[in-house]
């Protein structure tokens, strides 16, 4: 037995020795030494585009080196010297240090042999998602487009790989369709234009997004910042994504310099299903300007009012059911609840009427104080929605929308708006009469006094902003937004869009505006609350 085993143990280790043989020769042919190690020739590639300077701006050469016969020789030999040669930035070892230039061109030398040039060109990158618009024929009333999204969480290039998606769009907004930097709807469709859903930029699933330019709204971002309040306060929010977009108009895919568009928010659009409607029970309505096709009605108080040398109805406009789905009598319904609340709201006394039965006046308050606080020129006239989610629900405020014209920065008029001082939401038609009631005044108080300690608080909304600022500058998205938008910082923006507004001359001056508007205002608004 004893000898069986020494035997098997005996083959076991012959065994291994012919595999480690085996394996050494595979390696020697296939490692095979170059016999002359003297360097004739040199390349100098890389595989990371040139970035820009959006990034810490590194780039990394890498260096070969070859015998007469083509071999490669790194690992073989150890030149005594290699150097880089950049035609922009600062060399670093084998690495560029960021430059300004559009493009660079580098050769390397070892031991004295140069290498061939390599030309590296610019690639747009942002620390922002970055959209690509590519409109598919003209604009009318069934427009198509495509648009490629790079999201990848840190920085983005347009050489990285994207998110492709086909959207019908269509222009929106009313005054700002003048202004040279456009806005859409989109709506997510397949390859049948069939309306789809997807998680663009990150939000929750959707079909329906805008895409909102900050033009008028020199800070980028006090959209951004009501919309973000709304999300810690409101029951019905809006998602939004700050990004930097090109429009190909020529639809070539080669983008040029006046194809770059600048900062947007990306939001949700407002529809049945990011408020929790449920189909064919609830409505959405909105207290809007309104177009002649618009499905709406008008309250017996809603006037003609005219704004931006355009006259608009002060109405309300049905958003759901949509203006195809909706029927007379669902119309005729949706019209008789609002008038019905508001004689109710109206009526003298009110504290003998049951408007609470129809109204959420947690979701009106909550609502109001956003507008209130950021002073909204808009809040409770126009862009104002309300929503009813059954049959059974009250009427509840939200999302809030449309804050371009707040925070201190429009000058019309008497100027009362770029003021901290003085109510604005509370005076509007509507709360002025819910004043008049003790259980809504009390309610009013005690909420924005909760509403300080956290949402409204000091810190939150500095940090707010102070994020998306951050967000903006560090990548370099707010200078490059204003080198395609100069006439916003050099006073020529007045041309385009009229002496309404405060007059800064640089982006730090326009956030420092609307920060010190905003504290000065919660200060005030501190002392003067208590006091309704």
């Not at 585009?49 to 490669?72: A, P, S």
């Not at 010297?81 to 493009?103: A, H, P, Q």
């Not at 129809?358 to 209130?372: G, K, P, T, V």
């Not at 006439?487 to 001359?505: A, C, P, Q, S, W």
Request: charged share 25%; hydrophobic share 35%; net charge negative.
């Amino acid at each position: 037995m004893l000898c069986k085993r020494n035997l098997l143990r005996a083959a076991k280790i012959a065994a291994g020795v012919l595999l480690a043989v085996l394996l050494s020769v595979i390696f020697i042919y296939s490692s095979k030494v170059p016999r002359d190690l003297a360097i004739a020739s040199v390349t100098v590639d890389t595989t990371q585009m040139f970035l820009g300077d959006n990034l810490e701006g590194k780039i990394r050469f890498g260096v070969t080196y070859y015998n007469k016969k083509g071999e490669v020789l790194n690992g073989y030999v150890s030149p005594r010297d290699i150097k880089l040669y950049s035609t922009g930035g600062v060399v670093d070892g084998l690495e560029v240090i960021d430059t300004e230039s559009d493009s660079i061109t580098v050769y390397c030398t070892v031991d004295g042999i140069k290498s061939n040039e390599l030309t590296v060109t610019r690639v747009f990158s942002s620390n922002l998602p970055i959209m690509v618009f590519t409109p598919k024929g003209n604009l009318g009333e069934n427009s198509y487009a495509t648009i490629k999204v790079y999201d990848n969480g840190s920085y983005n290039t347009l050489d990285d790989e994207c998110d492709t998606y086909s959207v019908k769009y269509s222009k929106r907004g009313k005054w700002s369709t003048v202004f040279p930097k456009p806005q859409y709807n989109i709506k997510l469709v397949d390859e049948k234009n069939q309306e789809i859903s997807a998680a663009l930029l990150g939000m929750t699933a959707g079909s329906d997004f805008v895409m909102n330019n900050p033009y008028a709204d020199k800070s980028l971002i006090r959209n951004y910042l009501a919309y973000n309040l709304g999300e810690q306060i409101l029951e019905a929010s809006l998602e939004s994504r700050l990004c930097e977009v090109w429009i190909d108009r020529n639809g070539n895919g080669e983008l040029a310099e006046n194809e770059y568009f600048g900062v947007y928010l990306i939001c949700e659009k407002i529809t049945r299903k990011n408020v929790g409607v449920v189909k064919n029970e609830g409505y959405i309505v909105a207290r809007d300007k309104v177009d002649a096709d618009d499905v709406y009605f008008t309250l017996p108080s809603d006037i003609y009012r005219k704004y931006h040398g355009l006259v608009y109805p002060f109405a309300h406009r049905v958003k759901y059911p949509t203006e195809s789905k909706i029927t007379k009598s669902q119309l005729k319904d949706i019209q008789e609840e609002i008038t019905d609340l508001h004689n109710m709201i109206t009526a003298e006394p009110i504290t003998e009427t049951a408007y609470k039965d129809l109204i959420d006046i947690e979701s009106y308050i909550d609502a109001l104080l956003i507008n209130e606080v950021m002073k909204n020129a808009d809040g409770f006239f126009f862009s104002t929605y309300f929503y009813k989610e059954n049959a059974e629900s009250k009427l509840k405020s939200g999302p809030v929308w449309d804050f371009d014209l707040s925070a201190g920065n429009l000058n019309r008029e008497t100027g009362a708006l770029s003021k901290p001082e003085g109510f604005y939401m509370l005076e509007t038609e509507w709360t002025v009469q819910m004043l008049k009631d003790p259980e809504f005044k009390a309610a009013l108080r005690s909420r924005y006094a909760e509403l300080r300690e956290g949402a409204l608080s000091d810190e939150n909304i500095i940090g707010i902003i102070d994020g998306a600022v951050e967000l903006l500058c560090e990548g370099g998205a707010v200078e490059r937004n204003f080198d395609r938008f100069p006439e916003l910082m050099d006073g020529r923006y007045k041309e385009i869009i009229g002496d309404f507004f405060v007059e800064t001359k640089s982006y730090d001056e326009e956030i420092s505006l609307m920060k010190s508007f905003l504290i000065n205002r919660l200060e005030w608004l501190d002392r003067e609350i208590p006091n309704i």
